[in-house]
């Protein structure tokens, strides 16, 4: 990038640039944006490809021919340059300039900036000149020019100081310069290079007017007048305008034109190039000088009239004459829109709106006008291809207005269409949905039925709608169906968008994928970028919602197809989804001000959840830093939000969690009741379903509410296989498994609980959401703490041990000082515990703990075991024999159905492990279940009889086994750290043995 302001020499630096290239043996080929209106689309490009690329290049991006098998929109097209120029460049050293680039329109910019980063393997160097001075340039394409800036490497050329004056003023034939002349020189000009040239060749001598200014137009004026007025056409026409176009607008011949120009050149004011001419903004403007207001204005008439070829031209000249007379007025509207329509086709979405604009403004003055209604439906439609969804809105508000006073209902009908904008929902004001809907049902009424593909575009729109209402969601696959039938490609693309956002509820999950491909085939097919666009963004929304790693290479795909078209609302939601991938990784600072940043873009561009999704995301975060307490009032408060969604009850469940953790339990429990009164059953499941359940669930726990909880398991179980991802991916709670964990552990439930939680930390992991797995790694040692097996304190301990340290390295302080609370609340203690047995009553003492304990013969057990620590003790000589009279059977019916529901876990896990596509952990899986198949076998009789025990040592361990672990779970229900501790230090079998830890144990017994 050679940046510098207007006339400090940044074209001639890039003409030594590509001297010295060409000498290297690069090849050099140069692109010029012309700032004056008319240039085609993409402009320079089409010039510059077939410099590159020989005849392949020409027609490239060509509104109706390309290469074969190239779709025909512009991601496609600009990707088709790209692979192009790979091919034709690989070998080959180029430079690329592209002089004033401040001056291209958006669509040159998207180009300039997708060339820039798909070649970077090339052996090519692309260099852009720019002004770093402000010039009239749209609020997109300023954007871009700063993405562009931003990548590139930036020389910034500077004004002359009075060394350099004094330099030139030498160079020019002062070998001794007067310095009063050189400081005089400079301050008139200003210090810029091209003034002080300019002056000095122009024979300045050091007194009168010094500005280049001036000095052009003495040498205009050295013209005869034949040769001015010939100058003032060209200049007017610009540098693509040709002698005879010249000669015509001028009323000359192509000699005189010639005779003309060369007298220009001779004065300095123009360069003769092979191609043509070329003159700086100064001449040009001092050659317009020679026309006044009402010659300019018929010299643009002409203009428009004699021009053919370039429609983009023609609609230039055409409105600088609009206001010359009503006429010229309809030849501006209709050259603006045959320019428009060529702009579309070529790929410039942004100038064609820009230019419909313009000639909608024109026709609002005249509101008799035929074609007024159709010309705002069309401008309308270019504002919406652009994603500009608030400005687009007004617009088809206005577009509407006017086609329905035409009675026409065809254009009513694209009108009303077009009012529904990109999303389903886009209202809600519940006053101006109904009359939105009210027309659109009314236009469907009006159609003809030879109009299939309208009348199909409409009955998805309002089936789609009425989804949110309540309306159920077979109507609209009904309604897709019949738009299938109609055999429209653009058409079916829109209905399958439609169709795709009526069907974002979990229960759907399976459905949608297929859609978004075949939404993107058909918007490719009928070449409409911007649906193949919404197919993409909806594949890449599916592929998050289903937890799939493609994912992330779907929304690469996303952002690069979102920034060549340059639609902003599909860029507000790829912004969204990055601010997700920041709340995954753990990078809270970044998503923080990435959700800033995402508010205000999507306020920007009229997105109506831009507000809702804020608010989301920063509970997101809040809820894994353990402070969503914080937005108790933020949450609250945009429930009663104009732009929330009706029937969206994700926000008052999480009202609830949050009220209730900042301790408003009152509060909390008047937030849930209206979700309780109307059933949570029947909440309607829409995109943020699962994570209402999620937070209700979450504040379940906080209102120590078991019913609660167990309601929201049972509607949450079918999903437990999803992340709980919201809306259009733009926030992750991990993973549905961890919420049926805390339920499971709120009813009591620590086995349930152990599985769930394992599989979220599993689902979470593979998610690489790095704070859910810190969040489910911490209550899975709270689930193993409350099963109290043998070994699980220790598992315990250790999942708190990693999920404190991933807290920390995330900066989450607030789950850092909880996990340490609990981690110390586990750790070994010293502290002596004794076990006292008095009047046939048992207790446990341990520090400030005491609780008495039930009349079990466990319970002796243990105290025996206790008593010998590290000592070998034989089943046989613990139970006594007056216990083992009589016949025992190996299992009883509980074991022998646990080992039964075990086999049919196992067996769904093979199933899953398989589906999934993991051989090495179905494997593992089929191993054990085998071997737990051959110990139910071993243990039964023949016709599934239990075998009694064979000898009174196996009746023995297997009576101390049972006995000592219902003793161990009385303690472990009243205190799991000491339950763990003795699990995890008492072995059982034929012989059973008390391993001394370092808390010491004393069993008293009452005389």
């Avoid at 592209?98 to 393997?121: I, K, N």
């Avoid at 507000?572 to 601010?579: G, H, N, Q, T």
């Avoid at 319970?859 to 590290?870: F, K, M, S, T």
């Avoid at 239990?946 to 023995?956: H, I, K, M």
Wanted: aromatic letters at 4%; charged letters at 20%.
């Amino acid at each position: 990038m050679v940046s510098g302001e207007a006339g400090v020499g940044k074209t001639w630096f890039c003409e030594q640039a590509s001297a010295a290239a060409q000498r290297d043996g690069f090849e050099v080929v140069w692109g010029r944006c012309w700032p004056h209106g008319g240039a085609p689309a993409l402009w320079p490009w089409p010039a510059v490809l077939p410099a590159l690329a020989g005849p392949a290049g020409s027609s490239l991006l060509a509104a109706d021919s390309g290469r074969d098998g190239v779709d025909p929109e512009r991601f496609a097209r600009f990707a088709a340059v790209a692979e192009l120029l790979t091919e034709t460049r690989a070998d080959k050293p180029t430079m690329i300039v592209v002089d004033d680039v401040h001056y291209a329109d958006e669509s040159a910019l998207l180009l300039t900036r997708f060339l820039a980063g798909a070649l970077d393997r090339l052996p090519l160097i692309m260099i852009l000149t720019t002004r770093n001075t402000p010039v009239e340039s749209g609020q997109t394409a300023d954007a871009l020019l700063g993405e562009l800036r931003a990548t590139a490497a930036t020389i910034t050329l500077r004004r002359f100081d009075i060394g350099d004056v004094e330099a030139l003023l030498e160079a020019h034939g002062q070998p001794r310069p007067d310095r009063t002349t050189a400081r005089t020189l400079m301050r008139v000009t200003g210090g810029s290079p091209l003034y002080l040239a300019r002056a000095v060749e122009l024979g300045w001598t050091g007194s009168g007017p010094a500005t280049l200014e001036h000095a052009i137009t003495e040498a205009v004026t050295r013209l005869s007048p034949p040769h001015r007025g010939i100058l003032a056409c060209a200049a007017l026409l610009g540098v693509d305008g040709t002698t005879g176009e010249i000669a015509s607008l001028a009323g000359r011949s192509p000699g005189e034109v010639l005779e003309a120009l060369t007298a220009a050149s001779d004065e300095g004011l123009l360069d003769l190039t092979p191609n043509g001419f070329r003159f700086h903004d100064l001449v040009r403007e001092a050659a317009l000088g020679q026309f006044d207001t009402v010659r300019l204005l018929d010299a643009h008439s002409r203009a428009a009239a004699i021009l053919t070829g370039n429609p983009e031209r023609i609609a230039h000249h055409a409105l600088a004459a609009a206001v010359r007379s009503d006429a010229d007025t309809v030849i501006a509207i209709n050259a603006c829109r045959a320019a428009a329509e060529s702009l579309r086709r070529g790929y410039a979405y942004e100038r064609a709106a820009d230019l419909l604009g313009r000639a909608a403004a024109l026709a609002q003055q005249r509101q008799d006008l035929p074609g007024r209604a159709e010309l705002l439906v069309e401008h309308a439609d270019a504002v919406l291809a652009c994603g500009r969804l608030s400005h687009a809105r007004a617009e088809f508000e206005d577009a509407t207005e006017a086609a329905e006073l035409t009675g026409d209902p065809v254009l009513t009908a694209r009108a009303v269409l077009g009012l529904g904008g990109v999303w389903v929902h886009e209202y809600r004001n519940a006053a101006v949905r109904a009359h939105v809907l009210a027309r659109q049902r009314a236009a469907l009424a009006a159609l003809p039925e030879h109009e299939r593909s309208l009348r199909c575009r409409l009955a998805v729109r309002l089936a789609a709608e009425a989804v949110y209402e309540g309306a159920p969601v077979p109507e609209v696959l009904d309604a897709l169906d019949r738009t299938r039938a109609t055999g429209d490609p653009h058409a079916v693309a829109d209905a399958l968008s439609l169709t795709h956002h009526a069907l974002l509820s979990p229960e759907h999950a399976a459905m949608r994928l297929p859609l978004a491909e075949e939404q993107i085939a058909a918007a490719s097919a009928a070449g409409d970028g911007i649906l193949a666009l919404f197919g993409l963004l909806w594949r890449t929304t599916d592929l998050y919602l289903l937890g799939d790693p493609e994912a992330e290479r779907s929304l690469t795909e996303l952002r690069q197809r979102s920034a060549t078209l340059g639609v902003a609302s599909t860029g507000y939601i790829v912004a969204c989804m990055d601010v997700m991938r920041h709340i995954r990784a753990g990078r809270f600072g970044a998503a923080e001000a990435a959700a800033g940043s995402c508010l205000r873009l999507g306020l920007a561009v009229g997105d109506a959840d831009s507000v809702g999704y804020h608010a989301a995301q920063l509970l997101n975060i809040r809820w894994y830093q353990g402070r969503d307490a914080e937005l108790a009032d933020l949450v609250t408060n945009t429930l009663t939000s104009a732009t929330l969604a009706v029937g969206e009850y994700g926000f008052r469940a999480s009202a609830v969690m949050v009220l209730a953790r900042d301790g408003r339990e009152a509060e909390a429990r008047a937030a849930l009741a209206p979700l309780l009164g109307m059933g949570l059953a029947n909440m309607p499941k829409s995109s943020t379903w699962l994570a209402a359940m999620v937070v209700l669930v979450e504040a379940a726990a906080l209102l120590n509410d078991p019913a609660l909880a167990a309601e929201v398991a049972g509607l949450l179980r079918p999903f437990a296989h999803l992340p709980v991802t919201v809306s259009l991916a733009v926030c992750c709670l991990g993973s549905a498994s961890g919420a049926l964990g805390v339920a499971s552990l709120i009813a009591g439930d620590a086995m349930a609980a152990v599985e769930y939680l394992t599989r979220a930390v599993q689902t979470n992991l593979r998610l690489e959401n790095r704070p859910a797995t810190a969040l489910s790694r911490a209550r899975l040692a709270e689930a193993l703490v409350a099963r109290a097996k043998p070994g699980d304190l220790a598992r315990a301990r250790a999942l708190l041990a990693q999920a404190i340290d991933e807290a920390a390295a995330m900066d989450l302080s607030e789950r850092v000082h909880e996990w340490t609370a609990k981690a110390e609340a586990l750790a070994p203690s010293t502290t002596p515990a004794v076990l006292r047995c008095g009047g046939g009553e048992w207790s446990v003492r341990s520090g400030t703990t005491c609780f008495d304990l039930p009349d079990l013969i466990g319970i002796d057990y243990v105290a025996r075991l206790l008593e010998q620590p590290g000592e070998d003790i034989a089943a046989v000589e613990l139970v006594g024999s007056a216990v083992l009279a009589g016949r025992h059977e190996l299992l009883d019916d509980a074991a022998v159905d646990s080992y039964r529901r075990h086999v049919r876990d196992l067996e769904q896990a093979i199933e899953d492990a398989e589906a999934n596509a993991d051989p090495g952990k179905a494997q593992r899986l089929r191993s054990e279940r085998d071997a737990v198949i051959a110990e139910l076998a071993r243990a039964m009789g023949l016709g599934s009889k239990v075998r009694g025990f064979a000898s009174t040592p196996e009746r023995a361990r297997t009576a101390v086994r049972k006995a000592i672990k219902r003793a161990l779970d009385a303690i472990s229900e009243h205190d799991p750290v000491l339950g763990g501790e003795l699990c995890a230090a008492i072995t059982t079998g034929g012989v059973c043995r008390y391993a001394p830890s370092s808390r010491e144990w004393r069993v008293e017994r009452a005389p």
